[in-house]
Nanobody, 127 residues
Framework: QLQLVESGGGLVQPGGSLRLSCAAS????????IGWFRQAPGKEREGVSC????????IYADSVKGRFTISRDNAKNTMYLQMNSLKPEDTAVYYC????????????????????WGQGTQVTVSS
């Protein structure tokens, strides 16, 4: 059974940091482009970041550029989202997703492009 499981969410003060993890089981992430998405209450799902299967391409939403870093550890079959300088507007449920794209150099931050999704982890930024 193909599964993605997020962890690392929680409550953090503005300006703080969190690292989200997404562990895959039932398949090997090596061949998949992976992405992080988020959805705040009353808002549409937003693409946050993605990294290609090759690792050579990363994309960030303008709202998180310079603050968030996406990475992958294929040996651990896990991907990460390091979030620094967090703001209250970063509060949302964060989801990881994966898709096997024909071109290993490509990733997209469009949710409809992804086939496999985790269950989400809550991130709350508040003082």
């Amino acid at each position: 059974q193909l599964q993605l499981v997020e962890s690392g969410g929680g409550l953090v003060q503005p300006g703080g940091s969190l690292r989200l993890s997404c562990a895959a089981s039932g398949f090997t992430l090596n061949y998949y482009a992976i992405g992080w998405f988020r959805q705040a209450p009353g808002k549409e799902r937003e693409g946050v970041s993605c990294i290609s299967a090759s690792g050579g391409t990363t994309i960030y939403a303008d709202s998180v550029k310079g603050r968030f870093t996406i990475s992958r550890d294929n040996a651990k079959n896990t991907m990460y989202l390091q979030m620094n300088s967090l703001k209250p507007e970063d509060t949302a449920v964060y989801y990881c997703a994966a898709v096997m794209h024909p071109n290993p150099a490509i990733c997209l931050i469009e949710g409809r492009s992804y086939d496999y999704w985790g269950q989400g982890t809550q991130v709350t930024v508040s003082s």
